[in-house]
């Protein structure tokens, strides 16, 4: 019986996007099916073929792996890999879901109490990580609010923001002075 495997996975659009295949075996033949079409096949001994919309946009590795390059939205939907090693045939199943492109961050500040307080924002799908950068500091801070003691404030200070999602991150700026009432 052959070993059945789902994983959902997520990309963005304009991203290069990699199956995450682990086989720990060597591969004779693999062939990839999106929603049940063929959309590449590789045999020991040959190139890899490709076929439909991926033809142009895509890299099959001989570890099973296959890579869309500049993903598109209708790259979205369920992709299954067949492939033998030298003893059986084996089925891993992904589901695609493609994201819009990561927005520029947005940056908020106020003052409460004696804290200055920046405040990192972005409108996305997805599960942000985010981080802090001050061009006075060679420290990053793992977080959306960053708090500052108003006498710690050098008004020469610019922060960045910086959301993170799979390989692709967007960055805003914003100097200090302009939160200062």
């Not at 610019?158 to 999602?165: D, L, S, V, Y």
């Given at each position: 019986i052959a070993h059945i495997y789902c994983k959902d996975t997520v990309g963005i659009m304009g991203e290069n996007f990699t199956f995450p295949v682990q086989i720990d075996r060597k591969i004779v033949e693999a062939i990839w099916k999106k929603n049940k079409d063929k959309v590449a096949e590789w045999e020991e001994q040959t190139q890899p073929t490709y076929f439909g919309p991926l033809c142009n946009r895509s890299v099959l590795m001989k570890d099973g792996s296959l890579t869309i390059v500049n993903l598109e939205k209708d790259d979205a939907g369920t992709y299954e890999l067949h492939y033998w090693d030298s003893v059986k045939d084996h089925h891993l199943d992904f589901v695609l879901f493609v994201?819009?492109?990561?927005?520029?961050?947005?940056?908020s500040c106020n003052t409460s109490d004696d804290k200055l307080v920046l405040n990192c924002t972005a409108d996305f799908q997805g599960s942000l990580n985010y981080a802090w950068k001050l061009s006075n500091n060679p420290r990053s801070y793992q977080n959306q609010e960053l708090s500052i003691l108003l006498e710690k404030v050098d008004v020469t200070t610019?922060?960045?923001?910086?959301?993170?999602?799979s390989q692709t991150e967007r960055r805003s700026k914003i100097s200090l002075i302009q939160c200062l009432p």
């Open positions: 994201l819009d492109s990561l927005p520029e961050p947005k940056i610019n922060a960045t923001c910086i959301i993170k999602f």
